[in-house]
């Protein structure tokens, strides 16, 4: 039985009115004869599937019948006190003996007791099938709680700085107010919902959109807990998707401390704070100023200034200036001074031990290039990065020449169509003809699949080590 069903004028309305969710449900009561048996039979008949167990709602009651201090159990409404053939022989058995009584009971199940996606089916006619076709919206929200039953995707524990982004189809937009209310409710740290009314990426340069406020203020500062690290930002402003958390997890597991990582289109640095903890340096370069003043913060909030340093510059010269930058740091002899861990109060007093100075080496091992609506159209950069530096690297010295990681979009396909068109825009820009396979192989790309972002389109992540000839060759 579907105990979450709306009436309808509750799925006829355009505004939220939580009195039309409440239902009243004729169902049973075991009543017990000595309140210290409620343990004992309330297990066994969670056991047999009998009690109603429903998020917070509490299957202990009072006993209906007024008996002083008594308790009952509330069963499930396939449980009928007048046909002792529904009952399991576990209640049969109690009742026999004395310790049960079983008697109607009515539940008063409210919108309290709904969940948001109770709420939201139920609302628009809609069942579990139909709303997973659908994919009428998709949420965001910073610093959420983990509820398995919602539609949207989670950031983190609960603060109480939250916002929560959708994406509503043309069918939904008359309900988006009252989805909207039902998000608040249901989740009481999220303040603020809002609507995209743009495509990320298309209207703007730095990938941030418009949208419309749904309920609660126009608020969109927020924290997002990641890998260890902590990003307070405007939602409004700046560039964040949390759909790409195992993908910067996965990017960052490639960095060894000590390496020197170019990120060229850094965001609030969701790769280069968590590199940062590890002990990587990363010059973490965005255009959006907005990000790179959240970049900075991001940095100090999270300790990490010793090894992460933020640049705003376009990302063609950001490329074209990065080597140098680096190469110039190590000459220089810049380095991160680490303080070592405290002692502990009970250890023997010995020598205070000194700071490790750990210098910055004089190249780049990754480049990473998140920006995959245009990643590959940067590559051109690359030609004659080192151009008269060929003793940095092997077999003249130990480094090798940086691994490039750049996202990009490509049409799905099951074959191998979209691999060969990524190759081949990967040659229009550094004309070097690269095919499928290990990216630590000459003359091959590695190529993962990210996520899907559309019905016909898919997010990819090239990996090349960059060839010897783009590298050492005259500059672009």
């Known amino acids: 039985m579907n105990l979450f069903r709306a009436p309808a004028a509750a799925r006829a309305a355009k505004a939220l009115d939580r009195a039309l969710f409440a239902r009243t449900l004729p169902t049973a009561a075991a009543c017990v004869r000595d309140n210290r048996l409620i343990a004992k039979y309330r297990k066994q008949l969670e056991r047999t599937r009998e009690v109603l167990l429903l998020d917070k709602f509490d299957p202990i009651a009072a006993d209906p019948a007024g008996r002083r201090g008594g308790k009952c159990l509330i069963l499930k409404p396939d449980v009928k006190p007048t046909a002792p053939e529904t009952w399991s022989p576990d209640l049969r058995e109690a009742s026999r003996l004395g310790d049960l009584e079983v008697v109607p009971f009515d539940v008063t199940i409210g919108y309290e007791l709904w969940s948001y996606c109770n709420a939201e089916q139920r609302i628009h006619r809609r069942d579990d099938a139909d709303m997973h076709r659908s994919g009428c919206h998709e949420v965001c929200i910073a610093r959420g709680p983990a509820r398995r039953n919602t539609r949207w995707l989670q950031h983190g524990r609960a603060r109480r700085r939250a916002a929560a982004h959708l994406n509503l189809r043309d069918q939904y937009l008359p309900y988006g107010h009252i989805i909207a209310q039902v998000i608040i409710d249901k989740n009481p740290t999220i303040r603020t919902v809002i609507n995209k009314t743009d495509n990320v990426g298309t209207e703007n340069e730095f990938r941030t959109f418009s949208y419309e406020v749904l309920a609660g203020p126009d608020d969109m500062l927020v924290e997002v807990s990641e890998a260890g690290c902590v990003f307070r930002f405007d939602y409004s402003k700046v560039y964040w998707n949390t759909k790409l958390g195992t993908e910067h997890q996965r990017i960052t597991a490639l960095f060894k401390p000590g390496e020197v990582v170019a990120d060229v289109m850094a965001g609030v640095g969701p790769f280069a704070a968590p590199a940062g903890k590890k002990g990587v340096f990363v010059w ?52 991160a001074v680490v303080k070592p861990a405290k ?25 990473v290039m998140n920006l995959p609506a245009s990643a590959l159209e940067f590559l051109h950069n690359y030609r004659g990065l080192y151009c008269g530096h060929e003793k940095l690297f092997t077999p003249h010295a130990e480094a090798e020449l940086p691994m490039i990681h750049a996202h990009c979009f490509a049409a799905k396909g099951d074959d191998a169509t979209p691999l060969d068109d990524i190759c081949q825009r990967i040659y229009t820009e550094i004309g070097v003809r690269l095919v499928p396979g290990d990216a630590e192989k000459p003359g091959q790309v590695s190529i993962h699949e990210v996520r899907d972002v559309a019905p016909a389109k898919r997010m990819f992540c090239a990996s090349f080590r960059l060839p010897p000839e783009v590298a050492f060759g005259p500059r672009a």
């Open 343 to 367: 002692a502990s109060r009970s250890a023997p007093p010995e020598t205070p031990p000194q700071p490790v100075r750990i210098p910055v080496p004089p190249t780049i091992s990754h480049f």
């Open 284 to 335: 973490a370069n965005d255009k959006n100023p907005e990000s790179y003043k959240s970049l900075g913060e991001v940095v100090k909030k999270n300790k990490v200034s010793e090894f992460v340093k933020p640049f705003n510059y376009d990302g063609h010269d950001f490329i074209a200036r990065a080597a140098g930058l680096v190469l110039e740091a190590s000459q220089r002899g810049d380095c």
